[in-house]
């Protein structure tokens, strides 16, 4: 089976990075899939996919030219004539359907966004049916795929984007003997809430809070809201927050820490808080998304509602109030996300989406056939 999987961008973000797992899991099952991106953006998922041993071919345009994307995603399918072709964000679905429904290939389409911009929503929902099989990243995102695009449930499954690894680094465990970093790990944009973040600390100092440790706050990043992000950190009380700049191992970064925080107002699935809870971190979360699920209040982390800047001071002044306990979090962390995000599952989800996807080209070729006999 041959699969032209689409991609908005190869920016270093959530839904690209991936990719390479995904295709290698779609290879066991014997899937050929090869990686087409409308835009370059940063560029920073190439690495992966060099690393990897993914071609991924790069068009060269913009965000914004709509109708040139459209016209080269169908210049590629006539040249590659996949039998499937797999999209992956909104842009690159709209697209993605209108040019594949031309030519008769049938369409796979993830659904990653628990937030999804109104011009998109209805059009998504206007074309669901262009889409033969929809993936959602999680529960949460299935759920919202059913209810907003009227998805049936014979059409929809779910594939977790993550698979725990037990060759990533752990974290080791915090010593008194040195500051407590707290750390998170995302595109610096409104939506991963790294504002509410500031605001939780400012009002720490404003209680008077004293933690019976040294401790700082670090993210790890790079995106629109970095300049205003500096302008609130400098009024911050000095080390207690900071921009660490784009990562390019974020394992590693992870492993540096002795616990996570995601104060996102929104998730999908959310990669990069299973990959701390994989470190072994405790994670403090805004109850979205995924994250609801995955973080167990008391055993894995803490939850708070998304936007609540004074429930997350309240979590991070309990997190710090007992710096003890993070390990043993942690390590119930790391259990829960390898028996619950296993590589096993994930290569068995695999299989399950290449045999429904097997089926349906099957089904496809009959009916083609079929037709061409009533013709002649």
């Known amino acids: 089976m041959r699969i032209l999987y ?21 290879a066991r099952h ?13 560029g920073r998922a190439l690495d992966a996919f060099r690393k990897a041993g993914l071609p991924c071919t790069v068009r060269e345009g913009g965000k914004k030219d709509h109708a040139a994307a459209y016209r080269w995603i169908g210049e590629i399918l006539r040249q590659e004539r996949p039998d499937v072709l797999w999209t992956s964000l909104s842009r690159a679905t709209i697209l993605g359907q209108r040019a594949a429904a031309r030519l008769g290939i049938p369409v796979v389409s993830w659904q990653h ?24 990243d999680s529960e949460r995102v299935s759920e919202l795929t059913a209810r907003r695009l009227s998805v049936e449930p014979n059409r929809l499954l779910t594939w977790p984007i993550f698979a725990a690894d037990p060759r990533a680094p752990l974290a080791k465990p ?32 404003q209680r008077g809070f004293h933690a019976p440790i040294d401790w700082e706050v670090v993210i790890a990043g790079d995106g629109p809201e970095r300049e205003r992000l500096i302008k609130t950190i400098q009024a ?14 974020p394992t590693s970064f992870l492993a540096g820490l002795h616990a996570y925080v995601q ?46 800047a004074r429930g997350l ?24 996300v390898f028996d619950e ?22 089904a496809r070729r009959s009916a083609s056939g079929a037709t061409n006999l009533q013709s002649a």
């Open 236 to 249: 911050l009380p000095a080390g207690r927050m900071r921009l660490a700049g784009y990562v390019s191992e």
């Open 6 to 26: 689409l991609i908005n961008s190869v920016e270093g973000g959530g839904a690209e990075l991936p990719v390479p797992r995904i295709a290698r899991a779609l």
């Open 313 to 336: 001071a309240d979590a991070l002044a309990a997190m710090l109030s007992n710096p003890s306990r993070l390990a043993t979090m942690g390590s119930a962390a790391r259990a829960f």
């Open 113 to 136: 966004a628990a937030y999804l911009k109104l011009g998109n929503a209805f059009l998504l929902r206007q074309q669901q049916r262009m889409t033969t099989l929809w993936i959602a």
């Open 263 to 308: 104060p996102s107002r929104s998730e999908g699935f959310c990669v990069a808080a299973h990959e701390a809870m994989q470190a072994g971190l405790p994670v403090l979360a805004s109850a979205v998304g995924g994250l609801a699920h995955s973080v167990r209040v008391g055993r894995t982390g803490w939850l708070v509602q998304p936007g609540d």
């Open 174 to 205: 915090w010593n008194e003997k040195e500051p407590l970093r707290i750390g998170s790990l995302g595109r610096l944009h409104r939506i991963k809430g790294y504002d509410i973040l500031a605001e939780a600390i400012a009002l720490l100092q």
């Open 341 to 362: 995000f296993g590589e096993e599952r994930f290569n068995a989800i695999a299989g399950t989406i290449v045999e429904r996807i097997d089926a349906l080209v099957q």
């Open 30 to 42: 014997g899937a050929d899939t090869r990686v087409f991106a409308l835009t370059r953006r940063d």
